[in-house]
């Protein structure tokens, strides 16, 4: 999970436990420095608030965090996160700096779960002897704060680990995987994560320390996808045959399959049953994983158990049940909000210390822009229709229902939005903008409705691309990107 | 339907009627026979013997079915038919035990087992059936096994002798006819003396003559117990009989759990047979233990123990005659499941089933395939590479890669950097993310020819003329001149990294900077000019990691102490 976003608590500080020996211990100073003995199969979770951070070393052993080795003698940065390091064979740690939250688990749901990372990779192995067999496609359902994307790491940095290369598909806006949330996303996983920033990071002009990734994003923004099922729906038909093609058109895509992350309201509503069951089918699902969820496993059950007897063409589908790990954690709208701003700075100025970016402002006239808005049902809506705008517009909507996109005005409401620059041409049309990868995204600064002009901070220097805008209401405007 | 009109025969004729069609393990049919049981409770009796009668004559796979019938009007309907049951439930049961394949016979004992313990969810504490009549038919089973077993020991006595001595050590009084054996399945040529193709449960005709043995000999109905049916001579085929077993039980047990989820009991029974097969499956264990494994496994099942040892007194059953080994049997029927290996583990070497029951079973045994499939480890950023010549070439490059971008780290802060758009889908779906290092680190000179899928969409025509560029001594102020501006992402195919993009104020143009255009391919000026200047001096072949004059020492020295340390984390692994 490795969600940033927790405060700082009220916990002592560098409270020892009995079963940690404590060499150093002067809780005094403000980076204290401390070894753990780790025993085998437990798991040392901290949480770090933001503003402080956590260096941890592995000194002996070997350790990993959500899957991804630790190398021996490394210094890993924590900060704003909640996490942990769990150990297969017992592992020294250093750690300096003092976490909110600190203990050790002997009771960790790993053995189910690297299981399920064996059972996947027979899978793997079946498919690359033989070329017509499709490698696993696994998506993790389950409710919120139930570790869905702690596993999805797991099982992506197991499968890397193995020499795999697996499709990870982000289908939950709330949090972006290697983008802003907001989006969905599709990413090949071939090296190593960045265990200090989650998934790692999308490439940038210059040198990474940790390989970056190169996601395919779309953009949905809205926070869930019962906001504007209608474009949910298509973007994920969209990703399906982009991730379906990728996987035919290179071999290890193809056996290493998929790795699907699911946001978690989509499994509590019968709307969310039905968007739910789509993206089963557009990924070809071959393997449905519960996770901490009894009663949302037995409708799965009944929703799927029987489908090969009476349809032959859809494979069947294994359902999995798995508990949730003991070391979930609730995170509530602050943290989550910090993390989503932290996530948007990080896209513009880099991470601090490790990789300084430098974001470009620029000015644009609104007669050189064309911005869309994503269809919200709410009333808003309303006033946010382009008034007097000459162009011949489709609603987009195109009978009845919810717009995908509606053309927008620029307008004051914009000001402190992301918005995202399609790769997609000015002219388009709107079900062609709805499906469109996103290139990047601009931050609007400030907007002048008397001169018709707006800033713009932009991700990299030169003429901003002449391509469609889409802005949304999540995530929300951020107000201290541009100080 | 609770028409209390009709008699007693009525019922019990139409009940009769409706079995018949009771062909297979359909839950709803034998929900709706259980609710019609129920509303007709009145002719317990005769619905009783009905299903009794119908168990005894069905052919033998509608037994089963038949069977979960009479468990199911037991557990939901309880009183009286209990009561009507229980007074032949021993014959019922064994008769139809008797006549069943083995994979059926699990599912008896499962059942059996179920009688033993109290119904799920109810008040009652006491079982579904007494106890004395599930003794009974445990004390049968348990009989039977033994026999069975000492049978098989003699027989393997005096196996590859005459088919008469073998078949005068048996206790039974009968001599069994030939067609008696075929349940040893895997018994080679030498005592198949019955037709091998016997075991498919059809024409299965004990009939007359295992039910006469009951109760006075077991002998008879013995020899088929499913537990020694696929035993033969080594005590490999024991664990891999016992593995059956269990398997066996696992299924069943995961079935109700399914069907029960909150049941306690099914859940600790089931853990407690995936940890059993966990361990027979990961270990090669000694006869001793193994024969304690079965004891275990008998408890398991709640079977009691055996009774005192049938007069002859043979030792412990299920003990590998002497001289047996655990080596698999040249061709066994049924693939071993022993993932222990001689040779690495692979993926073949998983015994993970795609089930929630499958995956809670701790595995040990696979644990070093998660290192082991790459073993040679970057000591600096924990990446793993294959332990062939491919992966120490590749290693190699990684850490040219650390090198690289350490370097270019310190010189990055100076000049400040962007986040590039992300690719567009065409892009994405035909990138390749090798990841930081490609395999082709040297650029071969000759790739101006080859080097056309590139996706780059720089056409040459707008770049600044190559040859001119080249010739400016410093790479640095080397540029390519950008065609097209959504194509602002390129990538120096020797770094990997991306190129420079700005605005070139003198030519009034976007550019890469520090970029040179070799064909299709834009590299980093600078890398080009290293790389080319390696080439000339070492006359390097294509895919050779081109010698880093700087950094060579130190990366062979981190090469080579790469090796010992995952040497010595392998031994922790086993």
Known sequence: MSVPGLQLSELPI?????????????????????????????????????????????????????????????????????????????????????????????????????????????????SSESPTVQGPRVMIIGPENAGKTSLVKILTAYAVRQGQKPAVVNLDPKEGVLSLPGTLSATSFSTIMDVEEGFGSSPTSGPSPVPVKLPLVYYYGLETPEGNAKLYKALVSRMAVAVSSRLSEDDQNRSSGIIIDTPGTISQT???????????????????????????????????????????????????????????????????????????????????????????????????????????????????LPIGHDDDEEDGGGGGGQALLVQAECSMLFQHSVAAVLHAEVGDEVHVLAESSVMGFVYIASVDEQKRYMKILAPMPGRLPPKPLVVSSFPEPTFSLVG | MSSTQLSSEEIAEDYRSSLEDLAFNSRYEISNLTVIAKENIHAAQAIARTIEEHIAKTSPNRKLPALYLLDSVAKNVGTPYTLFFQRDLYSTFMNAYSKVEPSVRRKLEEMLHTWKQPVPN?????????SEVTRKIDNALIKARTAALQHQQKQMKQQSQDPKAYNRSIVTPPPPPPQLHPQYKNTPPPVANGPSQYMNGQGYDYGNNGQSVYGRNTVGYMREYPMQSSTHSTGYSSVDTLLG???GLIEVSQKRFAEDPLNQEIQKRLKALLDLRAILQTQQLPPAQLALVREQERLSANIPPPPPPPPTGLPPFLFPMPGSSFTPPPPPPIPPQIPMRQGKLDWRSIDVEMNTMSLKIPRPHLLPLLNEALPNQCSSCARRFADSEAGKKEKASHLDWHFRVHQRMAESVKRGQNRSWYLGEEEWIKSRDDGEDSSSLAPNPNSQSNSSNNTIGVSSSSSSDPNSSSNNPDPKDQYVIISDPSKTRAVCPICQ?????????????????????????IYHASCHAEASKDTAAGNLSRGTTPPDSGSGGKRKAEGDSGGPRVKVKREVHI
């Open chain 1, 14 to 126: 560098g409270q020892p436990f009995s079963n940690f020996t404590t060499q150093d211990s002067t809780p005094v100073e403000p980076l204290a420095e401390k070894t753990y003995e780790i025993a085998k199969f437990r798991e040392w979770r901290f949480e770090v608030a933001f503003g402080a951070t956590v260096e941890v070393k592995l000194l002996k052993g070997s350790a990993e965090i959500f899957g991804t080795e630790l190398p021996i003698g490394h210094k890993f940065t924590f900060t704003g996160t909640k996490s942990a390091i769990f150990t297969w064979h017992g592992c020294t740690l250093e750690v300096r700096g003092s976490p909110s939250v600190e203990y050790t688990s002997e009771e960790t749901p790993m053995t189910a779960y690297t299981n399920l990372h064996f059972a996947l990779e027979k899978q793997r192995g079946l």
């Open chain 1, 270 to 384: 019968p709307a969310g049953y039905d968007l739910l069951h789509h993206a089963i089918s557009e990924f070809s699902v071959t393997t449905l994983v519960v996770l901490g969820s009894e009663r949302l496993y037995s409708d799965m059950l009944r929703r799927f158990e029987d489908r090969p007897n009476h349809q032959h063409q859809p494979p069947p589908i294994s359902i999995i049940k798995l508990s949730k790990s003991g070391g979930c954690v609730d995170r509530d709208d602050t943290f989550l909000r910090a993390s989503r701003e932290r996530s948007i700075r990080e896209y513009f100025f880099g991470e601090p210390k490790k990789r300084t970016l430098s974001p470009y402002t620029m000015t644009v006239g609104f007669d050189d822009l064309n911005i869309w808005r994503v269809g919200e049902a709410s009333t808003l809506n309303a006033s946010l």
């Open chain 2, 122 to 130: 109810s008040s009652s504490s006491n079982p579904v059936f007494s």
């Open chain 2, 245 to 247: 077993d269990i398997s």
């Open chain 2, 497 to 521: 990294e991306e190129l420079k993009y700005e605005w070139h104020d003198e030519s009034e143009e976007f550019v890469f900077m520090d970029a040179k255009q070799v064909g299709a391919r």
